[in-house]
């Protein structure tokens, strides 16, 4: 392992307009690719924030006593699907009428609206057939007059998510593989200016994984330096956006560190299949 690392530092002093031609080559072509999640992030949590708004609001008869209405949000609070259950007052849903539709508050009279309680959903239970089901198991109760969820919206709501991750999966996999492509093709120059050596090497009797090692490393720190340098260029790109458009998100510690690994197991991957393809010619 020593040895490979140095035969991999000799190779970066001896052609280092090459080295650094091949970190920003996979820099650049890293950058495309973080461009592309950083979209996507943001895509993801515009869309949690807006399936957090997803609840069931069940209106209730009039006259209907509060203890009965208490024990019933106590049998709904303990569905393990729900987050939470409130109790909305007349008085408290006209209030948000007129808060919510300005334009109409003087449409609203006292009493125009029932009293209602309002269900939010766990996170990973907003699906349209669970959210049905919930609302069918309430609308059994008897004094629930309506219930409401907006059916419609729930199912748009879901497409659009399956469509986003599916998306999102192929597009991020063929970012991917144009990255390996370009990286094996930069660690591919390297190999060619190495090519005498390699073949002194074979002649001496070195092994393939011998004559790998020093690349496969080289590919490995190559991939780790451009995958900083994309992650620096992406988080510049988030700040211009932010400051100039809309606000965005930026990666988390964890994705961001996901992404450095990603890099460098991309360089490895490359320099492989370059370093294979020569050796099956020498």
Not at 161 to 166: E, H, L, Q
């Amino acid at each position: 392992m020593r040895l490979a690392l140095r035969e991999t530092m000799i190779g970066f002093r001896r052609a280092p307009g090459l080295s650094v031609l091949s970190i920003t080559t996979i820099a650049f072509s890293l950058f495309a690719f973080g461009l592309f999640s950083l979209v996507a992030v943001n895509i993801r949590k515009t869309l949690t924030e807006v399936e957090s708004r997803v609840e069931i609001r069940a209106f209730l008869a009039d006259g209907t006593p509060v203890e009965v209405v208490s024990a019933a949000m106590g049998d709904i609070g303990a569905f393990p699907e729900v987050s939470r259950v409130e109790y909305v007052s007349p008085d408290s849903a006209l209030a948000r009428a007129r808060s919510e539709l300005g334009e109409f508050k003087d449409v609203f009279e006292s009493a125009f609206l029932p009293a209602s309680i309002d269900i939010r959903m766990r996170e990973g239970h907003r699906d349209p057939e669970t959210v049905k089901t919930i609302a069918g198991r309430i609308k059994s109760f008897e004094f629930v007059d309506d219930i409401r969820y907006g059916e419609d919206w729930v199912d748009k709501l879901y497409r659009i998510r399956n469509v986003a991750t599916a998306t999102g999966l192929v597009l991020g996999l063929a970012f991917a593989a144009v990255a390996v492509i370009i990286i094996g093709a930069t660690i591919r120059m390297a190999v060619m200016a190495r090519a005498r050596e390699i073949s002194i090497m074979r002649l001496v009797g070195a092994t393939d994984a011998f004559i790998r090692r020093p690349f496969l490393i080289d590919g490995f720190l190559k991939g780790i330096l451009g995958g900083l340098l994309a992650l620096g260029l992406t988080w510049f790109a988030s700040q211009v956006i932010s400051h100039n458009f809309i606000q965005t998100a930026f990666f988390s510690r964890g994705l961001a560190s996901l992404g450095l690994l990603g890099g460098a197991l991309i360089g490895v991957i490359g320099s492989s299949l370059s370093v294979g393809r020569h050796l099956r010619k020498v």
